[in-house]
């Protein structure tokens, strides 16, 4: 049996015309399925959640953090959104909490430390 891996990353966003993340994703010659999640509060947790429903056997989700020069990968999921520059629909959200009675953090059950 062939586990069924999904690997998502965002749009373009902040005016740019590309986004590593889709970059890297578009290069991947695999059988996996590929998705993008746009850069929008509103649009990207319908989105994952179509995404859940699809019960994949691993999920990598991939970002672009334009500060790093370098892959990384995070330990931690903090419970909260907001940026410094709005979505692609114009929304700007300073930080506020996604799951008000979610947990403040939570940790990635794969060893990163590889």
């Known amino acids: 049996m062939t586990n069924k891996i999904i690997m998502t990353a965002f749009e373009p966003f902040d005016g740019r015309e590309t986004n590593i993340s889709l970059e890297v994703l ?5 059988d996996i399925i590929k998705k ?12 994952i959640k179509k995404i859940l429903e699809e019960k994949p056997d691993i999920l990598v989700l991939t970002g672009e953090a334009v500060s790093r020069n370098k892959l990384t990968i995070e330990k931690f999921a903090y419970n909260e959104e907001g940026a410094k520059i709005p979505d692609n629909d114009g929304l700007l959200i300073e930080k506020e909490l996604i799951n008000p009675n979610g947990i403040a953090k939570y940790q990635s059950n794969v060893d990163v430390d590889l």
């Open 36 to 47: 993008t999640i746009p850069v929008s509060y509103q649009k990207a947790p319908i989105e």
């Open 26 to 30: 578009k290069a991947i010659d695999s």
